[in-house]
């Protein structure tokens, strides 16, 4: 049995977790054959700013393999979506633009790229009650071994340290064993 270790994601970890997010890219499962043009694409909303901008907050898991799961939080979800838009999307409208055509001819990808120029954020009401949110995603081979549990204990840890009162998270509704986890 492989050794598991979940500590403080570092900057040399962006690569990886990008990884991590393309292989759970199709609702927890591996989205690679979907991404082939633009395997990034995802990472660059769900990864990307939270080791930016809340590297206090990202945590990852690695085995002898390497990282194979992360999960993230954001202490004030409007505070973390006020600077992404002001530092982080405008680089990506620039370097990836608003997709045209009928949109249900579009690449996940360029579906995603749409995305980039007009992001939904999601903050629950009241939403003094859950101010925090997170991201969490893991390999298959990390899972169902309580590693999921482990990080987001960790994480909301670390929010609760930071005065946060509450934490919310969204989950696809075509992702049963997240559900289930959940």
Same mark, same amino acid.
């Given at each position: 049995m492989s050794a598991f270790t979940v500590r403080t994601a570092? #900057?040399?970890?962006?690569? $990886?977790?990008?990884? +991590?997010?393309l292989k759970t890219a199709d609702h927890g499962r591996d989205?690679? #054959?979907?991404?082939?043009?633009? $395997?990034?694409?995802?990472?660059?909303?769900?990864v990307g700013p939270y080791l930016a901008f809340e590297p206090e907050l990202a945590i990852v898991l690695e085995d002898e393999q390497g990282v194979c799961g992360y999960a993230f939080g954001a202490l004030d979800s409007r505070a973390f979506y006020? !600077?992404?838009?002001?530092?982080?999307? $405008? !680089?990506?409208?620039?370097?990836? #633009?608003?997709p045209t055509g009928d949109p249900s001819s579009w690449t996940r990808a360029e579906n995603v790229h749409s995305w980039y120029h007009q992001p939904e954020?999601?903050? #629950?009401e009241p939403y003094e009650a859950h101010p925090s949110h997170m991201h969490i995603d893991l390999l298959e081979r990390a899972q169902g071994r309580g590693h999921g549990r482990r990080m987001m204990e960790e994480v909301m840890t670390r929010l609760r340290e930071r005065a946060s009162p509450g934490v919310h998270l969204? +989950?696809? +509704?075509?992702?049963? $064993?997240?559900?289930?986890?959940?």
């Open positions: 570092r #900057p040399a970890d962006q690569a $990886p977790a990008y990884h +991590v997010c989205g690679e #054959p979907f991404y082939r043009d633009d $395997p990034d694409a995802l990472a660059r909303i769900y006020a !600077r992404y838009e002001k530092e982080w999307r $405008p !680089r990506l409208c620039a370097e990836f #633009p608003m954020y999601f903050c #629950p969204g +989950v696809s +509704v075509l992702n049963a $064993p997240a559900l289930g986890f959940y």
